[in-house]
Structure formats: structure tokens, C-alpha cells
């Protein structure tokens, strides 16, 4: 906290990303107010091209490393901050980004192909989750954030919490809405392995759930295999949506 007014300094920073999650923090207008009463927002890269400061409390991160640049702000962040909360699919699994992460510098190749930039082979990494970089006291999931969650999360940073750290798939959740299972209509749906807590929004407006939450601690990844080949759906289909969210989880090498 800042020693001369214990308002809780924070920076908001943008790595590999879309921006959305950061946008979506703007979308709580009525909420926003008196969140930003409560902190002191010291840069906030989406806002301002003011620079980073030296000296904050609370950094916010959105997005997956991709270069070492990022890679030394993350660890030059861990040193300065109290406590780092991450934003958004992209941040906590390395997300979209990291999708490339298996054959990254194949992808490289496939971009630029034999005129590959000494500039982008110079600063390029493979992407990475932030918890795969440094330390990181709580993260926001799913891609975008709800931005409500953001509030309850960075609520818990500011002021600590006892709350229960629930651990379970997303089905419990989907089947108390009581709209049923897409299994059912031979339709893949991520949500028996994907961390509950988002109230399994997706099956509720009548999607199913594309695992944007990352693997639960709970996932039975067997036990879901199983009930998508009998349900119909290839089982490639799986392991590839497996893939989209989950690329820093060696739970789901087959
Ligand atoms: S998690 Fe999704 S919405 Fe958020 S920055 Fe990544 S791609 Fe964009
Ligand atoms: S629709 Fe998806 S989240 Fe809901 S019960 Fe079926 S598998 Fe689980
Ligand atoms: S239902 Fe699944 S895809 Fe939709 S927000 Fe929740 S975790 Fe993400």
C-alpha cells in the first residue's frame, strides 16, 4: 500500500492478448466508481501511454508471455508487487497465444517462412502462462473475465477472504440451471471438465461450454473421454477444444 495514503497503488498491464478483458472491467460502469475509489490506479496501459511506475501494490496482468521482453516485466512486476492477480483465459492458461505453444517456433516459420526477421526470432518465446513465469497470488478465469468476478477477486486482494476455494467440474453448476445436457443431443461440451464458477454461463444461454475456464483440479479426463465416445462426438474433437484452453496442463497428454 502507498505509505502516504494507504490507498492501495495498482497497474494494469497488457501482455499477449485481446484487450477484452481488459475492456470488460470498463463494462461495470456502476461498480467501477467505487472500485476505482478504493484503489489508485497508477497506469493502466488500455487508458493512458503514460509509463509504467516504479512503485505499486497491486498489479493486474492480462495476456500469455510470447517474448522475453514480457518475460522480464513479469519477473521485474513479481519483484516490485505485493500481489499479482492475473486476467482472463490468456493469462492464467496461456489461452489463444497459447495454442501455438507446442511447435512455436514452427509457427514462426509458417508466418515468415524462410525470411524469418532476426528481430522476431530474437524476441519471440514460447507462450506461456503467467503462473508459468512467476508466482501469482489470484486469477481471474475465463475468456472474457466477468467483470464482476474481477470485483470479487481484486475485493479478496484488498481486504483478504476465508472463502472456500471450490475445486469441482462446471456440471454441478450447469445442472442446477436444469437446461439439460448437450451430450444428450450428441453436442460437445467442455463443461465436465472445466472449472466450475462461472455458473456455467454458456449452457445457460444455450452454448456449450468451450473450456474457457481451464481445467478443473477435479477433471476426470478418462471419465469424460468415455462419455464422449458414447455420446457420439469424435473424440478429436475433444482432445483438440482440450487443447485450446489447457496448453500448460500436462494432464491432457494423451
Ligand atoms: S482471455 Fe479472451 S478476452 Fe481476455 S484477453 Fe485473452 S482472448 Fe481476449
Ligand atoms: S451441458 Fe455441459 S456443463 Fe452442462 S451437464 Fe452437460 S457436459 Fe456438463
Ligand atoms: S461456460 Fe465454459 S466457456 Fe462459458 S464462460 Fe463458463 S467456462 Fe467459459
Known sequence: MSETTNIPRVVVIGLASCFGCQINITNIESHLMEVLGQIDVRYWQLTSSDTMPDEFDVAVIE?????????????????????????????????????????WQDRINDVYGDNTPAIVSDIACKPQAVHDVIKVDYEVPCCPIDPYAFVHVLQK??????????????????????????????????????????????????????????LSPDANLDAARVVV?????????????????????????L
Open 229 to 253: 465416445q458414447h455420446s457420439g462426438v469424435p473424440l478429436k474433437r475433444f482432445n483438440d477444444a482440450l487443447a485450446m484452453f489447457n496448453q500448460d496442463d500436462p494432464r491432457i497428454a
Open 63 to 103: 495476456g500469455a508471455a510470447t517474448t522475453k521482453e514480457a518475460l522480464e516485466t513479469l519477473a521485474s512486476v513479481r519483484e516490485r508487487a505485493k500481489v499479482v492477480i492475473t486476467i482472463g483465459a490468456c493469462a492464467a492458461t496461456a489461452g489463444i497465444p497459447g495454442m501455438a505453444a507446442p511447435e
Open 157 to 214: 486482494a484488498l481486504y483478504g477472504s476465508n472463502e472456500y476455494s471450490r475445486t469441482s467440474t462446471m456440471c454441478g453448476e450447469c445442472k442446477r440451471n436444469e437446461r439439460g445436457c448437450f451430450y444428450g443431443r450428441g453436442i460437445l461440451c467442455m463443461g465436465m471438465i472445466t472449472k466450475q464458477g462461472c455458473g456455467a454461463r454458456c449452457p445457460n444461454l444455450g452454448r456449450p461450454c468451450n473450456g474457457c475456464a481451464g
